[in-house]
């Protein structure tokens, strides 16, 4: 049944993609749309050509690995750090006091927006490209943290300090797993914004990256290689979120048997 | 049930501000005893179970509670609760459960593993070991958390009406299998309930309590034989004559 289900899903995913790039087609062949906008096969051709021919300093893929490592290492740092402030804002009155006025200040400004302060501390080096990806995703995190470690259940509480877990394990034992799904949540945007903190970190200052991609095709009108790189990232935010998304079947089974 | 004295409770008083929710109440209870608490809704039956736990950072307005003689430490004492609610751990499945208490309290593996099996066979959830709470029924649930509370062995065992949302039939059933759990292990029970008909059912004593301010109305023993039957003449006497006490009409 659940096979049966899978493809039926499967098909309308593939449809739908059919049916975009049909009227992507539609538009770039019978309207004027075609005069500036690039069709799906010269974008795909140019996409595939892109392997082989470098673009700048890379072919795709060596472009695409240093925007993902942009990423990865600002979001695992800005996660760490995000699940320490909010667990510790959510769980202790002390640390909501002192943090929560100063990241509720922070928190509405936009990772673009540092873009000059970063620059202007830590140069145009990769460290700015780093803190710019870790800003997009240490607001999520620490957010949905924190909300989590507040909705923790006092009964579950209540319960393991009767089975006579001290209050450093009661951290440990059920306020962590119990922030996990809303800790997840938060860790899926959080991505999302670091992908769109690394395309703005790679505009300014930098030589290579799918960010520098889409900046020089701006540059030179060259739209093809605009969409190019739209389409990169795109396909390559889709798989990191399916990959987290694995993880989180794994680490919240049970959240997800609930659901 | 032996002559020694589990739980002293000695001028108990709490107030919220003002108000005087528990007044000056005081009874033993002896180790291996069953005893139930009831009251009318409202009266401060949970209170009383959050002061003796202070669960709740509840601290007594006055008098004192005394587990072996001494204050209540729950890192000391061996005491399991059971909240009216279902407090099963949503992330853990049921062996985790029931595994809980005795890996907090660090013992052995191999009599972790035995314990939860016995546990498991006694509440009859050794098919659904590896399920998780989120997919279990309501009496599953609550037999998830009796298993979790017998299998650390507690020297007390608080109840804090855990049939209550649960329709008559699987009532019946679960006070029968913890009925034979308590039998089983000697373990001294308080169960708070509202229930008349639990209370008489359950308990070898019947503790009722008052309105707010909440006092001991009158402390009732039972020794009606077991297994117990609720159409027995004697069995809905005692019924009645509980009723009588806490009914306000």
């Known amino acids: ?222 739209i093809t290689l605009v969409m190019v790189g739209m389409i990169v990232i795109g396909c390559v935010g889709m798989l990191l979120a399916a990959v987290m998304r694995v993880i989180e079947r794994r680490l919240c089974a049970w959240n997800i048997m609930e659901s | 049930m032996s002559d020694e004295i589990k739980v002293k409770v000695s001028h108990m008083t709490k107030k919220f501000g003002d108000l005087l929710v528990l007044n000056d109440i005081s009874f033993d209870v002896k180790t291996g005893e069953f005893l139930c608490v009831v009251g009318p809704t409202g009266c401060g039956k949970t209170t009383f179970l959050n002061c003796l736990t202070k669960l709740k950072a509840y601290e007594l307005t006055g008098g004192e509670i005394l587990i072996n003689g001494e204050p209540v430490d729950l890192q000391k004492h061996n ?46 959830l050794t098919e659904y070991r590896s399920y998780y709470p989120g997919q279990l029924s309501a009496s599953m649930l609550q037999r998830v958390s009796i298993a979790r509370a017998f299998a650390v062995q507690p020297e007390l065992l608080l109840m804090d009406e855990p049939y209550g949302q649960m329709d008559n039939s699987l009532r019946y059933k679960l006070e029968d299998e913890l009925i034979q759990l308590w039998q089983r292990t000697g373990t001294t029970v308080i169960f708070i309930t509202h229930n008349i008909e639990e209370a008489v059912y359950l308990s070898q004593r019947i503790l009722v309590l008052t309105n707010k301010p909440t006092s001991i109305k009158k402390e009732i023993d039972n020794n009606l034989p077991r297994p117990r039957d609720v159409t027995d003449p004697a069995f809905n006497q005692l019924r009645d004559e509980v009723t009588d006490l806490i009914k306000w009409w």
């Open chain 2, 79 to 124: 005491i399991a609760y059971i909240f009216q609610e279902y407090s099963s751990f949503p992330w853990a499945t049921v062996e985790e459960n029931i595994a809980y208490g005795l890996k907090v309290k660090k013992r052995p593996p191999e009599e972790i593993k035995e314990r939860v099996e016995e546990m498991l066979q006694l509440v009859g």
């Open chain 1, 1 to 222: 049944m659940k096979k049966k289900l899978d493809v039926e899903k499967m098909t309308y995913a593939v449809l739908a993609i059919a049916c975009f790039f049909i009227f992507w087609w539609f538009i770039t062949t019978f309207t004027p749309a075609k005069e500036t906008t690039p069709g799906p096969v010269e974008v795909i051709q140019l996409l595939f050509t892109s392997f082989f021919e470098p673009i700048g300093s890379h072919v795709i893929t060596g472009h695409l690995l240093v925007s993902l490592r942009r990423v990865l290492v600002g979001f695992s740092v800005a996660t760490v750090l995000g699940i320490v402030l909010g667990v510790a804002m959510g769980a202790s009155k002390w640390a909501e006091a002192i943090f929560k006025p100063i990241f509720e200040l922070l928190r509405p400004i936009p990772p673009i927006a540092w873009i000059s302060l970063v620059i202007l501390f830590f140069g145009i080096g990769e460290v700015s490209k780093y803190i710019l990806c870790g800003i997009g995703a240490f607001t999520n995190v620490t957010l949905n943290a924190y909300t989590g470690a507040q909705n923790v259940d006092p009964e579950l509480v209540g319960c393991a300090r009767m089975l006579g877990t001290s209050e450093r394990d009661i951290f440990f034992r059920v306020v962590l797993p119990s922030c996990t799904p809303q800790i997840f949540a938060g860790m899926q945007v959080a991505l999302s914004t670091s992908w769109m903190a690394v395309l703005a970190a790679e505009m300014v200052g930098a030589q290579e990256g799918c960010g520098w991609m889409i900046q020089r095709g701006s540059d030179t009108l060259n």
